[in-house]
Every structure is written in C-alpha cells, then in structure tokens.
C-alpha cells in the first residue's frame, strides 16, 4: 500500500506519521492509539510493524484448590461470563475437596522430514542404529539447556508414506516451552543427514501435537451438592454425565464442549504470556487423537458421587518468548503464587474442568442463557455507550425487561432516557 514502504524499518513514531501523513486515520483514533500503548518501548521489541497496545481484560479466577493448596488465578479474556463460570465451577470443586493433578512426562517433540526416500523400512532402521550420535548432534546444537540438566531425550523414525519419514526427537526443555531451542537442535540433525547421509530434508521443526506432556485433572463431588432448583443432586449428576457422552459421540457437540474448556485454559494461558495457538493447536489435535474429534473431560457417577476427569497436553513455559519481557507477566506469575511450569499446567487443567463443569452445570439445569445474559448485559450497556454508573442502571433497566427484548436497541433506549432525566 502506498506510504507504507519499509514500515517494518521506522520507529513507533515514524509509523504513526505514516497513518496520519495517509489519511488513514484521524487525529484523534492516532491520539487512541498513542494512549493504548503503555510501553511502546516493550511492543516494539516484541513484533514487527508495532503501531500500539491491544488491551484486554485481566481478572482473578477463584477458589481453586488443587492438590491441596489454593491458588488464585489471573484470567485474560474478553467473554463476559469465563471467570464467573470457571470461578463457580472451581467453587463446586473446593466444597468437595478441590482437584488432583497428575502429569506423567514433560517433554516436547520435533520432526525432520525426509522426501524422496527409497526403502524407507531400511533407511529407518539405518538412522535408528545413529540414534544416539544423532541425539548428540541435537545436544550439541543447544548446550545450555544439557547444562541445565535437560536436551535430548530419545530419536524415533516413523514412516509416513513409502517415500516420507519423520525422525522424531523427543527433547527435555525445562522450564522453556523450547520451540526455539528444539528448532536449533533439529535444524543440526537436518544439516547432518543432508550433508553426510546424503538425504532430502524437507523440513525440521518442532510438532505442536505434543503427547509427551499430557497433564491431568480429576475431582470427586458428591451428588448431593449438586441439587438445584428442587431437582435432586443424582438427577443432574446423571444429566452431565449424559452430556459428557453426548461429547464422546458427536463432533457438533465435541467442539463446543472443547471450546468451554478452551475458555478457561486459554484465557489462563494469555495471562502467563505463553504461545495460546500452540496449546490451542495441540489439545485440538489431541481431541481428536483417534481419528474422531471427541469431549475432552469425561464425567460419570460412581456411587454416591460426580467423578471428572481431563487430560489435555499443556506445552507451556514459566520462561523464554515474552514472559522475560511484559512486567506484567511477573505479577501475574506473583499472583499464581507459585512459579514453575509444572504448577502452570496443573492451574491450567484445572481451570479446564471448572470451566467445562460449570458449563455443563448450566446446561441441564438453568440452560446457559441465564447466566450469560446477565453478564452480556453490561457488554450490551457499554456497547451502546453507557459510562460510569450509567452501566448498572441500563442493566438493572434491562433486566426488567422480557428476554426478548434484552437487546441494543432496547439499551440504547434505556441509556437516552437515563441521560434525558438527568
Ligand atoms: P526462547 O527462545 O525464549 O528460549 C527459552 C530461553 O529461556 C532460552 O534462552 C533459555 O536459555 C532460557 N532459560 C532460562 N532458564 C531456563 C530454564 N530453567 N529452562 C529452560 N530455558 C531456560 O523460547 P522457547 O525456545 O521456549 O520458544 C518459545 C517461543 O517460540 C514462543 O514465543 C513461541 O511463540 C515461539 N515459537 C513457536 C512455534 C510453534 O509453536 N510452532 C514455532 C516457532 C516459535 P538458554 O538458551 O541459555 O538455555
């Protein structure tokens, strides 16, 4: 576009002139943007083409207890009603003890493609025989991270096709979510087989479907707690555990079931700073692990009480990308009051859960309408303009009215009439 030569070259400055010498924008929607940067000097070390500050929402998601201790839990999200229902399912969960964690192995995985391979059964077998000198290669590649007590692990081949193999690394990052790292460690391996080995690397890069760091949340709440509305405790504990099948069953329904827990854990995981498309990417291809995209958590009554459980992967990191680099990511790692990526994880599969048992809580009893509409009013006042005290008085207005009715042009007109009587 025209003006727009080089931008990635000029200052956050120079790029704000461009928007106005271009008539892209007006004074005022530059002066927005200049107020919306908080630490210009931070975005401009973190991307290219910087012209300001996105903001969302931060909040705490509450009682969350797991493994026996409580933490708090800072939220980055958008949607209304994800920190009420993750903060209620978690509130379920604690009057019944809270969650219990497990996480078997913490490790990552990269890929060097091979194309044009001849006998690949061979050729596998060949490259397995290296495994150890090839794992030294990768060690190498990446010193600090040995030194730091962890590196590679292990070499798979897999075949692909009859002319594709994967040789697969698996490699210990510590506390890094390792993209980085593992690329360096597999672009070394590459430059090996390429040079010495004579093969056609395609490509090495890590694989964001990474089942070396499976973590898992289980809680047990008796069924008794669960009665509302005059329906009886068992009677809904069954109705969730009839959703989770439904989940199992039904892709349509999988997805959004997913996506509630997604909520939870991506809202949790914008808050510690790490890569969101990677844990997205791998816990959408883990849902759909054997062939069919499935409900992730499973929930069934065993006894007198509700038994949940979910396993996602959660590549996360408590360093490395931009968690070094936004102050704000070290209050908030204060604020989860423990540090590390393992304690990461398991809030993160925690939240998961409370956020999936507070939708399904909703669902066969009150319908989630109920919930959602209360909170997406505030969003319907601010839409429409209201300020200050203004929200809540265009809300309670609004929820006088019938549901179908609860609607902008209703808030606007409620908004008029609040500012003309005053
Ligand atoms: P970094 O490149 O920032 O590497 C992690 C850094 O943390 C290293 O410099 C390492 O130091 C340092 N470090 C300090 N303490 C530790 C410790 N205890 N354990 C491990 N490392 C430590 O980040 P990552 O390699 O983790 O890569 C993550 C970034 O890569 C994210 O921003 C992600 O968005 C991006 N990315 C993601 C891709 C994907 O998912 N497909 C692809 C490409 C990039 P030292 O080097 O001295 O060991």
Same mark, same amino acid.
């Given at each position: 576009?025209?003006?727009?030569?080089?931008?990635?070259?000029?200052?956050?400055?120079?790029?704000?002139?461009?928007?106005?010498?271009?008539?892209?924008?007006?004074?005022?929607?530059?002066?927005?943007?200049?107020?919306?940067?908080?630490?210009?000097?931070?975005?401009?070390?973190?991307?290219?083409?910087?012209?300001?500050?996105?903001?969302?929402?931060?909040?705490?998601?509450?009682?969350?207890?797991?493994?026996?201790?409580?933490?708090?839990?800072?939220?980055?999200?958008?949607?209304?009603?994800?920190?009420?229902?993750?903060?209620?399912?978690?509130?379920?969960?604690?009057?019944?003890?809270?969650?219990?964690?497990?996480?078997?192995?913490?490790?990552?995985?990269?890929?060097?493609?091979?194309?044009?391979?001849?006998?690949?059964?061979?050729?596998?077998?060949?490259?397995?025989?290296?495994?150890?000198?090839?794992?030294?290669?990768?060690?190498?590649?990446?010193?600090?991270?040995?030194?730091?007590?962890?590196?590679?692990?292990?070499?798979?081949?897999?075949?692909?096709?009859?002319?594709?193999?994967?040789?697969?690394?698996?490699?210990?990052?510590?506390?890094?979510?390792?993209?980085?790292?593992?690329?360096?460690? $597999?672009? @070394? /391996?590459?430059?090996? =087989? &390429?040079? *010495?080995?004579?093969?056609?690397? %395609?490509?090495?890069? #890590?694989?964001?479907?990474?089942?070396?760091?499976?973590?898992?949340?289980?809680?047990?709440?008796?069924?008794?707690?669960?009665?509302?509305?005059?329906?009886?405790?068992?009677?809904?504990?069954?109705?969730?555990?009839?959703?989770?099948?439904?989940?199992?069953?039904?892709?349509?329904?999988?997805?959004?079931?997913?996506?509630?827990?997604?909520?939870?854990?991506?809202?949790?995981?914008?808050?510690?700073?790490?890569?969101?498309?990677?844990?997205?990417?791998?816990?959408?291809?883990?849902?759909?692990?054997?062939?069919?995209?499935?409900?992730?958590?499973?929930?069934?009554?065993?006894?007198?009480?509700?038994?949940?459980?979910?396993?996602?992967?959660?590549?996360?990191?408590?360093?490395?990308?931009?968690?070094?680099?936004?102050? $704000?990511? @070290? /209050?908030?790692?204060? =604020? &989860?009051? *423990?540090?590390?990526?393992?304690? %990461?994880?398991?809030? #993160?599969?925690?939240?998961?859960?409370?956020?999936?048992?507070?939708?399904?809580?909703?669902?066969?009893?009150?319908?989630?309408?109920?919930?959602?509409?209360?909170?997406?009013?505030?969003?319907?006042?601010?839409?429409?303009?209201?300020?200050?005290?203004?929200?809540?008085?265009?809300?309670?207005?609004?929820?006088?009215?019938?549901?179908?009715?609860?609607?902008?042009?209703?808030?606007?007109?409620?908004?008029?009439?609040?500012?003309?009587?005053?």
């Amino acid at each position: 576009m025209q003006g727009f030569e080089k931008f990635y070259r000029k200052n956050w400055a120079e790029r704000l002139e461009v928007l106005r010498k271009t008539q892209t924008l007006s004074e005022k929607q530059i002066e927005q943007l200049k107020t919306n940067a908080v630490t210009p000097e931070v975005g401009e070390t973190q991307i290219e083409n910087f012209i300001t500050q996105y903001q969302l929402p931060e909040g705490l998601g509450l009682n969350f207890v797991i493994d026996g201790k409580e933490y708090l839990l800072p939220m980055v999200t958008e949607e209304p009603s994800v920190i009420a229902g993750a903060s209620h399912g978690a509130a379920i969960v604690k009057k019944a003890g809270g969650f219990t964690t497990a996480s078997r192995q913490r490790a990552m995985r990269g890929q060097v493609i091979l194309e044009n391979v001849q006998e690949p059964t061979k050729l596998a077998a060949q490259i397995a025989q290296q495994a150890d000198s090839l794992l030294q290669i990768a060690a190498k590649a990446h010193p600090s991270i040995v030194k730091r007590g962890g590196g590679p692990l292990e070499l798979a081949v897999r075949k692909l096709a009859e002319d594709l193999l994967s040789v697969d690394l698996i490699i210990d990052t510590k506390e890094a979510m390792g993209a980085n790292m593992i690329n360096t460690m $597999l672009e @070394a /391996v590459a430059e090996k =087989l &390429r040079s *010495e080995w004579h093969l056609d690397v %395609l490509m090495a890069i #890590l694989s964001n479907y990474t089942t070396e760091c499976l973590v898992s949340a289980t809680c047990r709440i008796p069924v008794a707690q669960l009665a509302k509305n005059g329906i009886q405790g068992e009677q809904i504990a069954q109705k969730i555990t009839q959703a989770s099948r439904v989940a199992q069953l039904d892709p349509y329904r999988a997805a959004t079931h997913n996506k509630g827990i997604m909520n939870g854990v991506d809202a949790a995981v914008l808050a510690s700073g790490n890569d969101w498309r990677a844990i997205e990417a791998a816990v959408h291809a883990y849902a759909a692990r054997d062939g069919q995209y499935r409900g992730l958590s499973s929930w069934q009554v065993a006894g007198q009480d509700l038994v949940g459980e979910l396993t996602i992967p959660l590549p996360v990191g408590s360093v490395g990308g931009s968690i070094g680099v936004v102050p $704000l990511l @070290a /209050v908030n790692s204060a =604020l &989860r009051q *423990e540090r590390g990526a393992s304690a %990461l994880q398991k809030m #993160l599969v925690s939240v998961g859960l409370a956020q999936n048992l507070a939708a399904l809580y909703a669902l066969v009893t009150d319908g989630i309408q109920k919930g959602h509409m209360s909170l997406q009013m505030k969003s319907l006042a601010a839409g429409v303009g209201a300020a200050g005290p203004e929200v809540d008085q265009v809300v309670s207005a609004l929820k006088q009215l019938p549901r179908n009715q609860q609607n902008e042009s209703s808030a606007r007109k409620i908004l008029a009439e609040i500012r003309s009587a005053n």
